[in-house]
């Protein structure tokens, strides 16, 4: 079955770390652009960050810049986010998801697969 | 940032009446809009996008359209599956952006 399936939530306290886990199955997580977009309790949904196919491009809202990094290893078809320095308010659950690619060559930043989401909860 | 607000926040409809979402945009833009739909405890399904084109699998009941800064989907015939919260989201400009939600709701 074509999915992606998120784990590493849990509860951490404020300025603590964690690394988020996607990992791909059935289709080809290398020659694919993925993103990480979150969801706060009763909210709606806010992107976090992006990442090219190769790895060689990465990109990060500002509310997350400079203590978020997106990375994935293609060897693994897996997609990981390390957050670090935590706050309440990064408290949300965490899905990873796939972006298009038209024709195989033009790339467009909507989402076609989505995981199930990974709770991560931020307080003392 | 181009800011998306979504109305009505929710929306009661009946079954098998026809259900209409509007999407509006801060700053105008072509067709980079896609639509999804999320049910409690799920993913976000892809139902839109380019503005008006129906994902893989979606049923026919289900249509987009729009450009510039005013956008709509619409739910032709309300099925018990479709009560769920729908969200827009451009593509168009950095930051990706996502409205607020629509809750479609049993009235």
């Known amino acids: 079955e074509v999915q992606l399936l998120e784990s590493g939530g849990g509860l951490v306290q404020p300025g603590g770390s964690l690394r988020l886990t996607c990992v791909a199955s059935?289709?080809?997580?290398?020659?694919?652009?993925m993103t990480w977009v979150r969801q706060a309790p009763g909210k709606g949904l806010e992107w976090v960050s992006r990442?090219?196919?190769?790895?060689?491009?990465?990109d990060y809202a500002d509310s997350v810049k400079g203590r978020f990094t997106i990375s994935r290893d293609d060897s693994k078809n897996t997609l990981y986010l390390q957050m670090n320095s935590l706050r309440s308010e990064d408290t949300a659950v965490y899905f990873c998801?796939?972006?298009?690619?038209?024709?195989?060559?033009?790339?467009?930043?909507?989402?076609?697969?989505w995981g199930r989401g990974t709770l991560v909860t931020v307080s003392s | 940032e181009i800011v998306l607000t979504q109305s009505p926040a929710t929306l009661s409809v009946s079954p098998g009446e026809r259900a209409t979402l509007s999407c509006r945009a801060s700053?105008?833009?072509?067709?980079?809009l896609a639509w999804y739909q999320q049910r409690p405890g799920q993913a976000p399904r892809l139902l839109i996008y380019?503005?008006?084109a129906r994902a893989t699998g979606v049923p026919a009941r289900f249509s987009g359209s729009g450009s510039g800064t005013e956008f709509t989907l619409s739910i032709s015939s309300l099925q018990s599956e479709d009560f769920a919260v729908y969200y827009c989201?451009?593509?168009?400009?950095?930051?990706?952006?996502f409205g607020g939600g629509t809750k479609v709701e049993i009235k």
């Open positions: 380019r503005a008006s």
């Open positions: 059935e289709f080809a997580f290398s020659s694919n652009a």
């Open positions: 700053q105008s833009f072509s067709s980079n």
């Open positions: 990442i090219s196919r190769g790895g060689g491009f990465s």
């Open positions: 998801a796939k972006a298009v690619y038209d024709s195989g060559v033009y790339l467009y930043w909507y989402f076609d697969l």
């Open positions: 989201q451009q593509y168009n400009n950095w930051p990706l952006t």
